[in-house]
């Protein structure tokens, strides 16, 4: 019966391994010509500060544009690009391209546009000196770029790591910690380099509740201790009223999420720009208080 049992998972798995298999290859032979055909796309989810609810920048979010038109999410394409090492120019692309329109949307507003790194892309020597080439290739400002680095790069050992930490803050770069709360690193990595912003994880927004406070336990530890890191703090993810309340309640800075924005393709954004500045410019006028 065991035997039975054992034949019987086999089967089961083997079709299923199989597909994941020739995904990876259809998506690897597909990814390289996705990178030369230029079918790759940034949308923009905007970013608020929570006082006074203002739009402040946005994160770039790599999409896929298939030529009949498909959209592929980046969840799809970013593990096997970072299995095949087309993480690297697709990575360099992405900050390329952001900063093309960092370029253009600063012309509207002032904003800060924060780009996804991969651990892949920071392990490899040279990447402050790729950012420095952006920026002067666009001529934006430092300040105007924001890098999202994991947990897991701050546990990295390597002199490359350091090295690179050193020069994204004498380049004067915003960094920030991608979901923040979920990785394994000890809270003592936080000190090693210096770190702008953490980005408080959807999994401890989305249980928020109003007048209960065991649902805010992690997100209020997050921001005290951001606070007395002096970092700020990002809350990610936030869907609904009650759950901006209570990290407003809680003294986050900032945040994301679908109650305010969705991330959507440049041209939208830029319409978001436009009319946020358009609704900004009558409140100037009132009294304060
Ligand atoms: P992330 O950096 O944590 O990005 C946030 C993800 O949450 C995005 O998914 C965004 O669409 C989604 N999101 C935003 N607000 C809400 C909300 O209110 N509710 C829910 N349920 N989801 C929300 P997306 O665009 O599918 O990206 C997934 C991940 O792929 C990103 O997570 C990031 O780790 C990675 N990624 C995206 N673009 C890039 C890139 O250019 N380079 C690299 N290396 N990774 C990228
Ligand atoms: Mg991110
Ligand atoms: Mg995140
Ligand atoms: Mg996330």
Redesign the pocket.
């Known amino acids: 019966a065991a035997k039975e049992a054992g034949r019987a998972t086999y089967q089961f798995f083997t079709p299923e391994l199989n597909r994941r298999a020739s995904d990876r290859m259809w998506t690897e032979s597909n990814l390289r010509r996705a990178l030369a055909n230029n079918e790759l796309e940034?949308?923009f989810?905007p970013q608020f500060s929570m006082e006074g609810r203002r739009l402040i920048g946005a994160?770039?979010?790599?999409?896929w544009r298939q030529p009949d038109g498909t959209l592929i999410?980046?969840?799809q394409f970013?593990p096997v690009?970072?299995d095949t090492g087309l993480?690297l120019p697709?990575?360099d692309w992405?900050l390329g391209e952001a900063c093309r329109r960092a370029a253009e949307l600063l012309r509207h507003h002032d904003l800060l546009i924060a780009?996804?790194?991969?651990a892949v892309?920071v392990r490899r020597p040279g990447l402050a000196e790729r950012v420095a080439g952006w920026l002067s290739a666009y001529g934006i400002p430092a300040s105007a770029l924001e890098l999202?680095v994991?947990e897991s790069v701050l546990m990295d050992e390597s002199d490359v790591v350091s090295e690179t930490f050193s020069r994204l803050r004498e380049l004067g770069v915003p960094v920030a910690i991608?979901?923040f709360g979920t990785g394994y690193s000890s809270l003592a990595y936080l000190k090693r380099f210096r770190v702008d912003k953490l980005?408080i994880?959807?999994s401890f927004v989305?249980g928020l509740r109003a007048g209960n406070p065991d649902s805010g336990a992690i997100a209020e530890a997050i921001i005290g201790m951001a606070r007395s890191l002096r970092m700020q703090t990002l809350a990610?993810?936030?869907?609904t009223e009650e759950q901006y309340g209570c990290l407003a309640e809680m003294g986050c800075d900032q945040c994301?999420?679908?109650?305010l924005g969705?991330?959507m393709p440049y041209e939208d954004f830029l319409e978001f720009v436009r009319r946020d500045a358009a609704a900004a410019e009558p409140r100037v006028a009132e009294p304060v208080g």
């Not at 994160?59 to 999409?63: N, Q, S, T």
């Not at 780009?115 to 991969?118: E, G, R, W």
């Open positions: 940034l949308h989810q994160e770039a979010l790599v999409r999410m980046p969840g970013i690009a970072e993480i697709l990575g992405v780009v996804n790194l991969s892309q999202e994991t991608d979901d980005k994880d959807r989305s990610e993810g936030v869907e994301q999420g679908y109650l969705r991330p």
